[in-house]
């Protein structure tokens, strides 16, 4: 059975990188993951994927404050999103895939505050 649970701070201030973790239970190496958010009353907004080999990609929108990265070694994967702004409030979801998605986190809550 395949896991992923993000954690993170909840809250971040403007300007600010906002920094989350993705641990997998299960393969880690063979798959692609991706990070997706969902702003308050909004839809699903795929933030970019790292695959089986470290690749990263990034949506356009996003691309400039963007970072990912993974550690085999502990089966997880980061988003780092920086200068946020309260636009970047959302859910924020972990995923295995890159354009449709098998497993799922159950999402955390990052707001964007001062």
């Known amino acids: 059975q395949v896991q992923l649970q993000e954690s993170g701070p909840g809250l971040v201030k403007p300007s600010q990188t906002l920094a989350l973790t993705c641990t997998v239970s299960?393969?880690?190496?063979?798959?692609?993951w991706s990070w997706i958010r969902q702003p308050p009353g909004k839809g699903l907004e795929w933030i970019g994927a790292?695959?089986?080999?470290?690749?990263?990609y990034y949506n356009p929108s996003l691309k400039t404050r963007t970072s990912m990265s993974r550690d085999t070694s502990k089966n997880q994967f980061t988003l780092q999103l920086m200068s946020v702004t309260p636009e970047d409030t959302a859910m924020y979801y972990c995923?295995?895939?890159?354009?449709?998605?098998?497993?799922w986190g159950q999402g955390t809550q990052v707001t964007v505050s001062s």
């Open positions: 995923a295995r895939g890159m354009i449709t998605y098998d497993y």
């Open positions: 299960g393969v880690f190496n063979s798959f692609s």
């Open positions: 790292i695959d089986n080999s470290g690749r990263t």
